[in-house]
């Protein structure tokens, strides 16, 4: 029996020398990145032993840390506040507790890079109105961020409605530093007034992030601009009447502008056929000179504040004066000052005569007059039997009265006979006529 109780005595101090031996404590992260003022978390694990352990986090020699662990193969965690003059080197030591023969014993090191506080960045900058649909720009100096923080510092946009908040977020918003400052770039997709932060993130192994003030003024964000269908003022016309297109302009940012208007005939006309009060816009021209009914298709193109443009057209039907189609006048070279006075379309030569009546009549709407150069035109009244030198009526435009370079154009008009004083020519459009008419 005593041979027995040495036995087993034997036995229960090489159990516990074995048990002894086989305790460790581990710790993790092996390696963390920090910024001053946030806190470093340990997980920490004990194997082995008996239990309850104490575990300490330990820093240049001194205890920053302290847990309890219950039994072997259990784990808590051990957390410090960085500052400026922490320890870079953190270990844990573990002590068995329920074994008065076993000894502390520690883990490996874990190392702690410490960087500066993130900084915040400024208040953000911005324009005061935009469009939607249009790409709108919020900037803030970062003078406070660049180069602290822990690796590639990424910034972000965020949103509300209101000054004070709550904030969203822009997934399609694009940040991008240069410099002291940070542009964050996105396209506004809805109308509305708008106040916006700027935030910083950085790449710490708990990552840290910051965020600016919001604006201090909104962005107010104007609805596409849009303009109405031009209504002409009757659904038709004849050639050389006056017409008069009208149309409301919509969204956008005022004041706004004409960019031009192009007749399907005529090509581009002068924008200052256009006018535009408040949001109105109207148009008023004469229509061109047609041998048959047509379809003229009117195209205006408007522009707001912004820079942003709108177009939309219309359809006006034109028709000719009277008179059907013929062969016209087709050239003659006087050599003194001669009256022409194209009668109608069904008359293939010239009329010639320097005492026209009142009761002459003149229609040629599908003529126009080639000027050569260095040509005098003197234009005169069917209402007066005699010549009156340099009248401008009837002549359109008025001020090409003589060719300053060779086939200068400009439109016979209806009630006007054209002296041409050296050499001339008059002839008549090939196909449709496109004109511009004052």
Known sequence: MAYSGVLIAILALALAFCTAGAQSVSITPVNTVLDVGQYVVYGVTVNGG?????????????????????????????????????????????????????TPFSSASSTLTINPALGTPDVPAMTSVADAGQSVTVSSGISNVNGTGSGTIA??????????????????????PSG???????????????????????QATIPETTTSQPTTGYLMINPELFMSIPLPSATGGTYG????????????????????????????????DCSISGASL?????????????????????????????????????????????????????????????????????????????????????????????????????TNSTNSTNSTSGLQPSSALSGTSPAVVIPVSIGAIIAIVAGYMLTRNSGRPRRRHR
Request: glycine residues 10%.
């Open 282 to 382: 109207s148009c008023s021209f004469l229509l061109p000179a047609v041998e048959a009914t047509i379809g003229d298709m009117y195209t205006i193109t408007i522009q707001d504040a912004k820079g942003e443009q709108y177009a939309n057209n219309t359809n006006v039907t034109v028709s000719p004066m009277g008179g059907s189609s013929g062969t016209g006048v087709s050239s003659t070279t006087p050599t003194s000052t001669t009256t022409i006075a194209p009668t109608n379309l069904t008359n293939s030569t010239n009329s010639t005569s320097t005492n026209l009546n009142a009761t002459t009549t003149i229609a040629a709407p599908g003529f126009k007059l080639a000027i050569p150069q260095n040509t005098t035109v003197v234009v005169e009244n069917l």
């Open 155 to 176: 910034y972000g946009l965020l949103y509300s409605t209101s000054e004070s908040g709550p904030f969203t977020g822009i997934a399609g918003a694009s940040c991008s």
């Open 180 to 202: 002291g400052n940070v542009f964050c770039s996105f396209t506004a997709n809805a109308a509305g007034n708008f106040y916006y932060e700027i935030n910083a993130t950085d």
């Open 50 to 102: 008996t239990g309850p352990f104490t575990v300490q986090l330990m820093g240049s020699g001194t205890v920053l840390a302290t847990a309890t662990i219950s039994s072997p193969g259990g784990s808590t965690t051990l957390s410090y506040l960085t500052t400026g003059t922490s320890p870079n080197t953190f270990n844990v030591i573990a002590t068995d507790n329920g074994n008065s023969t076993s």
């Open 241 to 272: 009447n006056p017409e008069t297109l009208s149309a409301v302009i919509t969204g956008g940012t005022a004041p706004y502008t004409v960019n031009g208007i192009k007749g399907a005939v005529e090509g581009q006309m002068p924008a200052s």
